[in-house]
């Protein structure tokens, strides 16, 4: 085995028999002796892993066999054999579980999935928390603070494995320190501390765009207390840029003189086709209309006058948006070559100093950009923070979906707005869109459910409410309001529609272009302790009469002077609140890398017209890549870090690798014709995390003739693997693509 930049370990050789039986029950005992654990063949066990354990709150991160400071190419080397170092099996437990509450890790379970864990996610069950994984930094939660638990840490091979000693450390727990100051020294502060489902109405609304696959458009807090974005792209939308947004529901004042500082923990999108945005807008906007993805320098969109921190794989950027609408670069920074490596599904500390003159941006304490706008400047006034997870047709690289995970953002200085906003929506699951078109007589209608008497409760206040909503196409038609449009309110009253805001200096009507989302605000008028109110208990009905437009996202709010607000009855009460779990599972990535001397390319693909033909005969060598893929086709022995795989990023981990199955067919044939050419165990202590096997199968034992090869491997729990060649997302929605049949033709002549 080769661990780059890392500890080495000691070499094996293939292993037989009894070694599941000896191995489990040997390396569970808490205190291993080097030297007396043996498999069968009389080798000792690799030694331990080095860990290193960083405690915050409610979370511990493990680092594993991994050297920060040199990041990049502490891949996993795979010979093909399965007996390679594959990654860790991570157990943790609280000090002191009786035994009988400690059942070992076995390979009949799957692997825990990190943000998908569901019922055996609490941080006071007093039993064996465990995982498997391919990256080298991991975090175990939630954790009580100042609890004292104990972690074991195991390498594991391709065939599931455990190879190396246990390495057994006490930690107590999480630890409260840093987020406490924070809470204390922010103004506004959100950590998220919240049961598993929505973050807290509040203080952020959620919103989305045409493009995104109405499925795909998640924000809520897990049961490990942090939030998530779930974004997803449409396959047949009419837009390829897509987003789910999330807009803070407090401004941050930005003043001359000051560096105002604004913090968050966050991981990296490390998917293709996907980035997030923290976007400091100068006026209140839902979503963004700058949709570049690539942020090149002079791109333009809305709104003007905009600081956004960007994060794409490994690179982190600042870009500084003009009055004139044109994004430009301020400072970037590759995390991985500045010790700071995003790995998904581990959160590290951000802090942004920001001011007028310029911006520093620590990482995990580390100051990793410090630099000027100028020529640019950023103008000193309030501005209202956005963040975006952003996707730029992620299925056209076979990403369905993908997650960010973030956690404690808050920022100091005055508080700008102290109302209170009780918000109120049409549903929280899918989209609302609606197209207006007066020509077609399309007049849409919109229920907002609004169960609560919406007055202040103390005299004299009075509160303001307001119909927000997005216009975007979602069509090929052209954007048309004329004098008279407008919506109505139960019937009855009537309010004009605005025209999309356009805050560029000098005014430029070039940037209200098609397809781009545009929020606006409508006020319905104020609201006071025993006066009349423009909306009614129940269903709110607005119906919207316009020559041409797309309208999504409707909302209202009511913002309250402070004391004043009634009982609130948030959305995720009144309407069905959509959790991850109930989104479709992919499973495990799989593939052919090679049949044969054939490397697998395009020309294989289903979608290639027609796929190609690989010619075979004899025993035939086969290649397969299962939970990550090769560096590249010239090194396949080099499996990536982080892992590139679907499973874990749109589900923060992997369930692991139970079997591998190898099938063959006739062209033409059903699943009835099919024989299993190969059966491959690699769940043999526990199901391994990722693999590279080189194996072979007699092709002497079929007719000569056209056939189709499958590889697809099962989980644990029977969750069945998906094809990972780069066209499966045009072939299957996602909802289907797990088991997916995708053979690759080949022609056997002997």
């Known amino acids: ?98 035994a009988p509450l400690l059942p070992r890790p076995d390979a009949k379970h799957d692997g825990s999935l990190g943000c998908l864990d569901g019922a ?12 498997v994984t ?84 998640l924000f809520f807090v897990n049961d490990q207390y942090h939030a998530h974005t779930l974004h997803g792209t449409r396959v047949d939308n009419t837009g390829d840029r897509s987003q789910t947004s999330q807009r803070f529901r407090k401004p941050v004042r930005i003043e001359n003189g000051v560096r105002r500082r604004i913090v968050f923990d966050m991981d990296g999108p490390l998917s293709p086709r996907s980035v997030w945005y923290l976007d400091l807008n100068p006026v209140r906007t839902d979503l963004t209309a700058h949709i570049d993805f690539f942020d090149m320098d002079g791109t333009t969109g809305l709104p003007a006058g905009t600081l956004r921190l960007r994060s794409q794989f490994q690179t982190f950027s600042v870009n500084i948006i003009g009055m004139d609408g044109a994004s430009h670069q301020v400072a970037s920074v590759d995390m991985e070559d500045a010790g700071r490596q995003a790995v998904s599904n581990v959160r590290r500390s951000f802090e942004a100093r920001v001011g007028t003159d310029g911006i520093e941006v620590l990482i995990d304490g580390r100051s990793v950009i410090d630099a000027s706008y100028a020529p640019y400047a950023l103008a000193p006034g309030d501005y209202e923070p956005l963040w975006i997870a952003f996707g730029y047709n992620t299925p056209k690289d076979a990403v369905p979906y993908y997650l960010v995970h973030w956690d404690n953002f808050g920022f100091d200085g005055p508080d700008v707005d102290p109302r209170e906003v009780h918000n109120y929506v049409t549903r929280i699951e899918g989209t609302d869109y609606r197209k207006a078109n007066r020509g077609n007589g399309d007049f849409p209608s919109f229920t907002v459910k609004i169960p609560d008497d919406l007055r202040p409760t103390v005299a004299g206040a009075t509160a303001q409410a307001t119909l927000v909503l997005t216009y975007q196409m979602g069509d090929f038609s052209n954007f048309t309001l004329v004098p008279g449009d407008h919506v109505t309110l139960n019937g009855s009253a009537t309010y004009a529609l605005p025209q999309r805001d356009n805050n560029s200096v000098p005014s430029d009507p070039g940037l209200l272009t098609w397809g781009i989302p545009y929020t606006v605000q409508v006020p319905l ?15 709110n009905t607005f119906q919207f009469f316009a020559e041409n437009t797309g309208i999504l996202d409707v909302h209202v709010e009511v913002a309250y002077p402070p004391g004043s ?72 022995e080099l499996m990536v870090f982080p892992v590139q795989s679907t499973e874990v990023w749109s589900t923060g981990g992997t369930t692991g690798i139970a079997t591998i199955e190898v099938f063959l067919r006739p062209s033409g044939g059903d699943a009835g014709t099919s024989t299993r050419v190969l059966a491959l165990d690699t769940g043999r202590d526990v199901p391994a995390p990722q693999g590279r096997y080189l194996r072979s199968f007699d092709s002497r034992a079929f007719a000569d003739g056209d056939y189709e090869l499958f590889v697809q491997a099962t989980s644990p729990s029977g969750l069945k693997s998906h094809p990972s060649y780069g066209d499966e997302t045009y072939l299957w929605d996602a909802a289907q693509l797990s088991g997916a049949y995708y053979p690759i033709q080949v022609h056997i002549q002997n």
């Open 1 to 98: 085995m080769t661990l780059h930049r890392v500890l080495p370990s000691a070499s094996r050789t293939v292993r037989r028999g009894l070694h599941a039986l000896l191995a489990a029950a040997a390396a569970w005992t808490t205190h291993a002796t080097a030297e007396s654990v043996f498999r069968d063949g009389f080798e000792p066990l690799e030694p331990p892993p080095a860990v290193t354990i960083l405690r915050d709150d409610r979370v511990a991160t493990l680092e594993m066999d991994y050297d920060g400071e040199n990041a990049w190419g502490q891949w996993w080397t795979m010979d093909g054999s399965g007996h390679d170092a594959a990654g860790f099996l991570v157990s943790w437990w609280p000090a002191g579980t009786a």
């Open 120 to 131: 055996h996610a609490k941080a006071s069950a007093a039993t064996v928390r465990w995982l």
């Open 134 to 217: 391919g990256n080298r930094r991991v975090q175990l939660q939630p954790l009580l603070n100042g609890s004292p638990y104990h972690v074991r840490v195991q390498r594991i091979d391709a065939l599931g494995e455990i190879i190396s000693l246990p390495r057994d450390l006490d930690f107590d727990g999480g630890d409260a320190t840093r987020v406490d100051a924070l809470r204390a020294s922010m103004t506004h502060f959100d950590d998220f501390n919240l049961p598993l489902g929505p973050a807290d109405e509040t203080l952020w609304n959620n919103a989305t765009v045409t493009s995104t696959d109405a499925r795909f458009n």
């Open 565 to 636: 607000a009634p009982a609130y009855t948030p959305p995720a009460a009144i309407h069905h609140f959509p959790l991850h779990s109930e989104l479709p599972r992919l499973g495990l990535p799989a593939r052919f890398e090679q049949i044969g001397d054939t490397q697998v390319g395009d020309s294989h693909r289903l979608t290639a017209d027609p796929p190609a033909r690989i010619a075979v005969s004899g025993v035939v060598p086969l290649n397969l890549v299962v939970g990550n893929h090769s560096y590249a086709n010239w090194a396949p």
């Open 525 to 539: 008028g104020t609201l006071v302790h025993g006066g009349a109110s423009p909306l009614v208990v129940g269903d």
